[in-house]
């Protein structure tokens, strides 16, 4: 028999839920109460400096005040970085990462000296100026000295080998990845994981990052449809690569439109968009909430 189709809500506890957050929430709720599907809850919690428990307990709050019910345990992210770990030595075994001790500070400055040299440094989606590949080559017994000197370092993906190691998988086939649009048709789409560069694949402070714990999240959970917002469309090049190089199963991906201040700008909790708390303490109800993101009553 086969398996029902799964999607997921998997926000980060660094602050609290806001519109933003319920339309997404809801949009995957809906679809997977829509038929015979399941809808998860995950937490992302591998920022240690900016997740916290009381972060945690609004986001559960806010979604049974909602009506959202998960089909699932709750996972959180922290409680699996073996899982992390895994992946990531599986990517080492391929040779495809490598460590970078590079500080903010001396990555910004190897930019400027480019710049000054007339080398211009193209900027990833996010408008992050690329990596400039200072730890790239360095020696074995360089990288050896500083990692016995616990130097931190993040593991970096060698994108040129990557790609080719993921052509040579998909026995020369084009990087896609496939797009559902709200009607529910798909569609193929092509992938560029090289506009990310060598990205960050295990960051410093903590054994994975946003790119390899969602992929491998994904897979375990047995998510099937990713829904998420149109900000992240970027990132789905990203992560088709990583599931190409680790043999992760390939999930649809739904983008849905995100909802803007007045000023146009995406609602966000650094820009301090209000939160559902505080919408639910002035006596906005979930009715309400679903009338102010665009969705029916149910």
């Not at 806010?62 to 599986?90: C, F, K, M, N």
């Amino acid at each position: 028999m086969d398996e029902p189709d799964v999607t997921r809500f998997a926000p980060s506890p660094n602050g609290p839920l806001h519109l933003g957050h319920a339309l997404s929430a809801l949009v995957g709720f809906q679809w997977a109460r829509s038929g015979k599907r399941r809808f998860l809850v995950r937490i992302e919690d591998i920022d240690p400096q900016r997740s916290c428990a009381e972060h945690v307990a609004g986001i559960l709050e806010d979604l049974d005040w909602l009506g959202i019910v998960s089909d699932g345990p709750l996972r959180r992210q922290s409680e699996h970085l073996d899982d992390y770990r895994a992946a990531t030595r599986q990517l080492e075994k391929m040779g495809l990462v490598y460590p970078c001790f590079a500080t903010r500070g001396e990555i910004a400055a190897e930019i400027r000296r480019r710049a000054a040299n007339g080398v211009l440094t193209p900027a990833d989606p996010d408008g992050t100026p690329l990596y400039p590949g200072i730890c790239r080559d360095l020696p074995q017994e360089v990288v050896e000295r500083r990692k016995s000197a616990g130097e931190p370092f993040a593991l970096r993906i060698d994108m040129a080998r990557a790609l080719a190691m993921a052509s040579r998988l998909a026995n020369g086939l084009p990087l896609t990845f496939l797009a559902e649009d709200d009607a529910g048709n798909l569609v193929r789409r092509a992938a560029d994981p090289s506009r990310w560069g060598d990205a960050v694949i295990v960051r410093k402070d903590t054994p994975t990052s946003y790119h390899l714990a969602v992929v491998v999240d994904d897979a375990l959970q047995g998510v099937t449809r990713v829904t998420r917002g149109e900000d992240l469309l970027a990132a789905t090049d990203l992560h088709r690569l990583l599931q190409v190089l680790l043999g992760l199963p390939e999930p649809r991906y739904h983008h849905h439109a995100l909802l803007r201040g007045p000023d146009g700008r995406k609602l966000s909790k650094s820009e301090g968009a209000e939160s559902l708390g505080q919408l639910r303490a002035r006596g906005v109800t979930p009715a309400e909430i679903r009338q102010l993101i665009g969705l029916p009553a149910r």
